[in-house]
């Protein structure tokens, strides 16, 4: 069965303390992983979407990584406004050609000034 | 830009009630899609649209019932709602081949069933 689950549940950090957020994934053949950040109440932002192994991507203090088995998350020098919910997602050549994302629990984010 | 609007932001019906939900895109995206999120959980898909065709229903309620009048339009209309169908309500968009594109979400519609 194909699964994605994501570490630590949540993660507490003094701002500019970098960390890294982990994706774990266990698939029927990676199409895509995506990571996506959300406020509460709101719709999850685009962050970076990653397709094979090796690959990176980088947006101000964030990056993104890509192996056969996870996917890492790592955050620079944080700031407050980094606070949110990281979903990182999957779409497996399981799925078809349905397009359906298989998403992880989300890791809650809080970063203290 | 990616940006996908949905309307209203917050609605409040009664189980008997008929309302729907709007959700609107203008970067020439050819699919579209549902999600229904409870709190602290992850989005679940509820439906695909492609090409202005319903491709994926999966195994939504009849109370809820969807539509695509147009490419850049997708509504959900809700009827005799259960208060477990409470929750925030995603639209989201994609180029339209589905398979591996970026999805890119709207900000919801947090809905409450009394």
């Known amino acids: 069965e194909d699964q994605v689950t994501q570490s630590p549940e949540a993660l507490r950090l003094q701002e500019g303390e970098s960390s890294s957020l982990n994706c774990s994934y266990t698939?029927?053949?990676?199409?895509?992983l995506f990571w996506y950040r959300q406020d509460p109440g709101k719709g999850p932002e685009f962050l970076f979407t990653?397709?094979?192994a090796g690959e990176e991507k980088e947006k101000e203090r964030l990056k993104a990584t890509l192996t056969k088995k996870e996917s890492f998350l790592h955050i620079t020098a944080p700031k407050p406004e980094d606070s949110a919910t990281y979903l990182c997602?999957?779409?497996?050549?399981?799925?078809?050609?349905?397009?359906?994302?298989?998403f992880g629990q989300g890791t809650t984010l809080q970063v203290k000034p | 830009d990616t940006e996908v609007t949905q309307t209203p932001k917050h609605l409040v019906m009664g189980m008997t009630n008929k309302k729907s939900l709007k959700c609107e895109q203008h970067m020439g995206h050819r699919a579209m899609y549902w999600y229904k999120q409870k709190a602290k959980k992850p989005p679940e898909l509820m439906f695909v649209?492609?090409?202005?065709?319903?491709?994926i229903n999966e195994s939504v309620p009849s109370r809820f019932s969807p539509e695509c009048p147009n490419s850049s339009l997708l509504n959900l209309h809700l009827h005799a709602l259960q208060p477990e169908d409470s929750a925030l309500y995603l639209c989201?968009?994609?180029?339209?081949?589905?398979?591996?594109?970026?999805?890119?979400f709207g900000p919801g519609t947090r809905l409450l069933v009394l």
């Open positions: 990653l397709y094979s």
């Open positions: 997602a999957v779409q497996a050549q399981g799925s078809g050609n349905t397009g359906k994302l298989i």
């Open positions: 989201a968009s994609s180029q339209g081949t589905i398979a591996e594109e970026t999805q890119y």
């Open positions: 698939v029927s053949g990676l199409r895509g």
């Open positions: 649209y492609s090409y202005e065709k319903l491709s």
